[in-house]
């Protein structure tokens, strides 16, 4: 989307609901945080609440990025961007919405596995996971058993996300998976695994609730997993 009308700046204020819901979407897409905050602001200022603001004019536009993100139309550095103007508009948004008592649509607890310090993947589905109204609480890097189990249960989680991205550190999330059956708890949670070298059959033989390819994947499998469970 490209702006081919600097000379004619758009003021978000001036703009009907509908339109500046349109153009948030397309701020969104661009990367564009300081509009989005701006566009959140006026949005809320006209009594629309918060609730509101988060679905249709937040996660309706992070859902294009998803889309075309997955279609090979846009690649991490501009979802990351889009992510990034998300955040800014949820910092707004959060205070309000744990104020009036919304509930996210779901809870990821989500690490890198132990071994392996890559991060860029987890990050992305973490942003996109929040870009689709989830909570998410990022356990960061080189997670052990443990670590993921504690979270977890402390969290209440509704789901466990696992990445990795050496083939020598895959296996782990299988040590954590059965740790959880050790437990007797791994039916209360489902685990979404991925990473650059895994697939759909490994992704079962760990026992798996569902392997993710990307971001949007993710988003996706965690919402049809909730539908499936609600």
């Given at each position: 989307?490209?702006?081919?009308?600097?000379?004619?700046?758009?003021?978000?204020?001036?703009?009907?609901?509908?339109?500046?819901?349109?153009?948030?979407?397309?701020?969104?897409?661009?990367?564009?945080?300081?509009?989005?905050?701006?566009?959140?602001?006026?949005?809320?200022?006209?009594?629309?609440?918060?609730?509101?603001?988060?679905?249709e004019a937040l996660v309706g536009g992070m859902a294009v990025v998803g889309?075309?993100?997955?279609?090979?139309?846009?690649?991490?550095?501009?979802?990351?961007?889009?992510?990034?103007?998300m955040k800014a508009g949820m910092a707004k948004l959060k205070p309000l919405l744990v104020e009036t008592g919304v509930k996210p649509a779901g809870k990821m607890v989500i690490g890198t596995v132990k071994g392996d310090i890559h991060d860029i993947g987890k990050n992305l589905v973490g942003m996109m996971m929040e870009g689709a109204g989830f909570e998410v609480i990022d356990l960061g890097i080189n997670i052990d058993a443990d670590t993921y189990i504690e979270a977890i249960e402390e969290h209440q989680a509704d789901f466990l996300g696992m990445s990795a991205l050496l083939t020598t550190t895959m296996p782990y999330m299988k040590v954590v998976i059965d740790q959880m059956k050790e437990k007797g708890i791994r039916d209360k949670y489902k685990v979404l695994v991925g990473g650059a070298p895994l697939n759909e059959e490994f992704g079962q033989a760990v026992g798996a609730d569902a392997y993710c390819r990307d971001a949007a994947t993710a988003v996706d499998a965690a919402r049809e997993l909730l539908a499936a469970t609600g």
């Open positions: 989307m490209t702006d081919q009308f600097d000379d004619e700046e758009i003021i978000l204020s001036e703009l009907p609901d509908d339109e500046l819901v349109d153009q948030m979407h397309d701020d969104l897409y661009d990367g564009l945080a300081e509009e989005i905050t701006e566009g959140t602001q006026i949005l809320l200022d006209r009594g629309w609440s918060a609730q509101q603001v988060l679905t889309i075309d993100f997955r279609d090979g139309v846009l690649f991490v550095p501009e979802v990351l961007m889009a992510a990034n103007a």
